[in-house]
């Protein structure tokens, strides 16, 4: 008679494979779930070229992008373009954008930078580094982040953007 036991697990081998599965199972959950989980922004204000105050706290409920750059920065310079074509896309549907200038920008610079660009978005001077700071100390231009209605940092950039995907992500948080 042939051993069929490899075939046909025994019922003490079947209860410990499901149990196997079943603890894969709530590993793979819990990973999923770590991985998925917010992170909320900072709860900080900016204040623009225009010395007024911008809080990420009044901007809920609207997708918000936070983009720490440099007049002296060649890589922000390029995408600069990119950027006011994405707000100029999502504007109208609730879609924020602060350009944070970094602390060794010379103000002069990033005004006239702003103007002579005529950047259509918030541009915010962040003179004694408090807001990169609180964004995990941002180092590196361009560091961007997309945060969603409530609150949460979605994703994290540094470098450009690949656009595209971008603007899939913001067509997602847009319509939550």
């Known amino acids: 008679m042939p051993n069929t036991s490899a ?13 196997l599965l079943a603890l894969l199972g709530l590993a793979l959950l819990a990973a999923i779930n770590l991985f998925n989980k917010k992170e909320p922004a900072p709860a900080i204000s900016f204040k623009n070229i225009n010395g007024e105050q911008i809080s990420l ?10 983009n720490f750059w ?3 920065c060649s890589t922000c310079v390029q995408e600069m373009p990119q950027m006011v074509e994405t707000y100029n896309k999502y504007k109208d549907r ?8 970094m602390s ?5 610079y990033v005004l006239n930078y702003s103007q002579t660009r005529q950047l259509p978005f918030k541009v915010a001077l962040d003179v004694d580094g408090e807001a990169a700071k609180s964004f995990g100390d941002v180092k590196l231009t361009p560091t961007t982040f997309l945060i969603d209605k409530d609150g949460n940092i979605v994703k994290r950039y540094v470098g450009i953007p690949e656009f595209p995907a ?3 992500l913001l067509e997602r948080a847009l319509a939550a």
């Not at 060794?104 to 002069?108: G, S």
Request: net charge positive.
């Open 7 to 19: 075939r046909y697990p025994t019922g003490l081998s079947l209860i410990k494979s499901m149990t």
């Open 57 to 66: 706290q009044s901007l809920r409920g609207k997708v918000v992008m936070v």
């Open 70 to 72: 440099a007049t002296s």
């Open 94 to 101: 609730g879609f924020e954008f602060i350009a944070v200038a």
């Open 104 to 108: 060794y920008d010379p103000a002069n």
């Open 166 to 168: 971008l603007h899939q």
